[in-house]
Every structure is written in structure tokens, then in C-alpha cells.
């Protein structure tokens, strides 16, 4: 009986054995792998991303980027290369990522046709309307922090000479036929003498081919716009000085011209509209006069955002850019 006990002990145990020799474990579920996406806005004042974290392997990231005001979303970059163009940018989790979303800078508001000439003065004189034509910068001059990005700086000398800073502008050849514009932001600091400078001008102030001549002028005690025989003057404010102004000058074919400093109007005048202008005496900063004979250059201060139209914009459009800028 011990003898038959024993065995079935023994076969027992050898069945247990060979049972557990022949199983598996069950699979263990394999190691979660996780990844990180990192991301940045270019410039960090351009807008805001979303998105960003960790993901597992396989998950969907979604990222979002949303431009502040004054900006426009160009793209996803990574390593320098664009990898999506919609602010919306989804794709699937495998490895970790660097992602920048690229914000642009606007340049021009929603103003609708006549654009001629654009100066923004972003590091050059360049004209970033695409019509080519790009002013010029004179002696001493310099680029600095402006109303909206850069802006070109001179520094004016003496009374009655071209040696200190100005722009020059080229000779245009658009026509004007259909109206002007005239439109720029200035951060007055002083002129070299005390007398009259020019912020911007088209033509001979006084002698031969005045007829011709347009411009926005600064005195020390007032301000001149001057579209050939008729000029709106205003007091110039001290307040003017050491700040950013927007100055505009319109006239339209049926000659009514108007005066704007920022987005007021300051002047209205009935003229005579030739639509004839002297683009071979044009700068910024200087003027001339006895019959092109004489011309300065006093001005210091700054420029920019300077625009022409071949058409005079409406009090609403004036309104539209100072506001933009």
C-alpha cells in the first residue's frame, strides 16, 4: 500500500513538472515610449503656439499657432526646413521633435490700389512696393528702432548746403493724373539752424518751375503743406517733437486738397491739379529753391512707413494706416 502510495506521489509530481515545463508565460505588455515635441514662436512677439508635450509613440500631436496683432503666420519650420504652411499642424508621434512656428511682419494695411512707392526703412532704403524705385540715403544717416520695424534716422547740418543727412528720391514716371498722395510718419529731434526743413519734397520752393512743387515742411513754429500755389499751415506742436506723427498730404483731380496729421484732417483747400510734379528735386530731408539753385538739409530725426498713391485716399484710408502703424 506504502509502495502505491509513493508512486502515485511520484507520478503526481512528474505530471506537475511536465506541465509546467510545457507552458508560457503570458506576454508582458511592452514599455510605453515617449516623445517630446518642443516648440517656439519666430519672433516671440509674433503669436502664440499650442501644442507642445509629451506624446506617446503612435499619438497625434496637434499643434496650433495663432499670430498677434500686426502679424501674419508664414510656416512650421524644423532644422530650417518648412514642414507645414496651415497654422494647424497634425501629425503622428515617432521620434521627438523641434518645431518653430514663423510669424511675418505686416507691411501694408488694407488699402486697396495706388500704391507707387513704399519706404519702410527695414535696414535699407529699399522700395518695397515692387515698382524699383529705391531712394537713396545721404552722409550721415543711420537705421534704428521706427514706428513699425526700422526706420531711417539723419542728422542734418549747417543752413544752406547738401552735406548733411537726407534721402534722395528717384525720378518717378507713374502717373498721377488720377490724384496724390503723400503720406509718412516723422520723429522730429530739431533742426541745425533756426529755420525751415522739408520732410518730404517734390520740386523748387521758390523761383523757376515752382509751379511744380509739393511738399510737407517743418518750421519751428509751424508746419507747411504745399501743393504749387496754395499752402495749408498749421502750428507745430512741441508735442510733435521727440514723437512719431503721421503727416498726409491728398489732392485729387478736381483739385481738393487736404492736410492730415495722424488721422485728423488739419486742411482743405481748392487748388489748380496739374498733374505735373518735379520728381527731379525729391528728397527726404531736403529742399531747394532760387530757381534750383540753393538747398538744405537741417533736419534731424527720423523716417518711416513713408508711402505715395496715385490717387488721393480717403479720410477713412488715412484713418486705416494710422491705425495700422
Request: with cysteine.
Amino acid at each position: 500500500m506504502k509502495k502505491l502510495i509513493k508512486f502515485a506521489s511520484v507520478l503526481m509530481l512528474a505530471v506537475v513538472v511536465a506541465f509546467a515545463a510545457g507552458c508560457t508565460k503570458p506576454d508582458e505588455p511592452n514599455d510605453v515610449v515617449n516623445y517630446t515635441v518642443k516648440v517656439l514662436a519666430n519672433p516671440e512677439e509674433g503669436g502664440t503656439v499650442k501644442g507642445a508635450g509629451t506624446y506617446a509613440e503612435g499619438e497625434t500631436c496637434k499643434l496650433t499657432a495663432v499670430a498677434s496683432e500686426g502679424y501674419t503666420f508664414a510656416n512650421w519650420t524644423e532644422n530650417g526646413e518648412v514642414v507645414a504652411n496651415d497654422s494647424n499642424y497634425n501629425f503622428t508621434v515617432t521620434s521627438n521633435r523641434n518645431l518653430v512656428a514663423n510669424f511675418d511682419l505686416e507691411t501694408s494695411p488694407a488699402i486697396e490700389g495706388g500704391l507707387m512707392v513704399y519706404y519702410p526703412f527695414d535696414g535699407n532704403a529699399n522700395d518695397a512696393s515692387g515698382n524699383g524705385y529705391h531712394a537713396t540715403p545721404c552722409n550721415s544717416f543711420h537705421y534704428g528702432e521706427g514706428k513699425l520695424g526700422e526706420a531711417i534716422g539723419v542728422v542734418g547740418e549747417g543752413w544752406g548746403s547738401s552735406s548733411g543727412g537726407h534721402v534722395l528720391l528717384p525720378e518717378y514716371d507713374f502717373d498721377i493724373s488720377t490724384g496724390i498722395t503723400l503720406s509718412l510718419w516723422v520723429k522730429a529731434e530739431g533742426l541745425s539752424v533756426n529755420d525751415g526743413e522739408a520732410y518730404i519734397n517734390f520740386g523748387n520752393d521758390i523761383g523757376s518751375n515752382s509751379e511744380n512743387r509739393m511738399y510737407i515742411m517743418q518750421f519751428p513754429t509751424y508746419i507747411k503743406f504745399v501743393y504749387n500755389e496754395c499752402t495749408i499751415s498749421i502750428p507745430y506742436e512741441n508735442s510733435y517733437t521727440g514723437t512719431w506723427v503721421m503727416y498726409t498730404l491728398t489732392c485729387n483731380p478736381e483739385g481738393q486738397m487736404m492736410a492730415y496729421v495722424n488721422d485728423e484732417i488739419v486742411g482743405e483747400d481748392q487748388v489748380n491739379y496739374n498733374a505735373q510734379w518735379n520728381t527731379s528735386l525729391a528728397a527726404l530731408g531736403r529742399h531747394w529753391w532760387n530757381g534750383e539753385a540753393s538747398n538744405s538739409t537741417r533736419f534731424i530725426g527720423s523716417f518711416d512707413e513713408v508711402r505715395i498713391y496715385n490717387r488721393a485716399i480717403t479720410p477713412e484710408e488715412v484713418q486705416t494706416l494710422y491705425s495700422f502703424n
